[in-house]
Nanobody
Framework: QVQLVESGGGLVQAGGSLRLSCAAS????????MAWFRQGPGKEREFVAGIRRSGHDTYYADSVKGRLCISRDNAKNTVWLQMNGLKPEDTAVYYCAASGAYYSSIPTTRYGYAYWGQGTQVTVSS
């Protein structure tokens, strides 16, 4: 059973940067598409960024494209989310997720992901 442990969240000023990390165990990491989701106060959980099993294909929500970058190292069983140019509207709990089945493209809804981390809080102040 896949387990995901996140770290790297915190408080940052607008325009600042953070790097979130997600360490995976309990499965074959390279078999899973990986993604980051976030859920802000009073909002639905939304897709932020996804990366294919091989790491050779990525997809981003329009709201974060150009500012956030997802990457992975299958040898280290780790996926990262580098966040630059942070805005107050980026404030949310960020979740790491792993796909639960084969998909022909990177899933962009929560239904494509069977395994979830505990979440890490990112707060961006004005």
């Amino acid at each position: 059973q896949v387990q995901l442990v996140e770290s790297g969240g915190g408080l940052v000023q607008a325009g600042g940067s953070l790097r979130l990390s997600c360490a995976a165990s309990g499965g074959t990491f390279s078999n899973n598409d990986m993604a980051w989701f976030r859920q802000g106060p009073g909002k639905e959980r939304e897709f932020v960024a996804g990366i294919r099993r091989s790491g050779h294909d990525t997809y981003y929500a329009d709201s974060v494209k150009g500012r956030l970058c997802i990457s992975r190292d299958n040898a280290k069983n780790t996926v990262w989310l580098q966040m630059n140019g942070l805005k107050p509207e980026d404030t949310a709990v960020y979740y790491c997720a792993a796909s639960g089945a084969y998909y022909s493209s990177i899933p962009t809804t929560r239904y494509g992901y069977a395994y979830w981390g505990q979440g890490t809080q990112v707060t961006v102040s004005s």
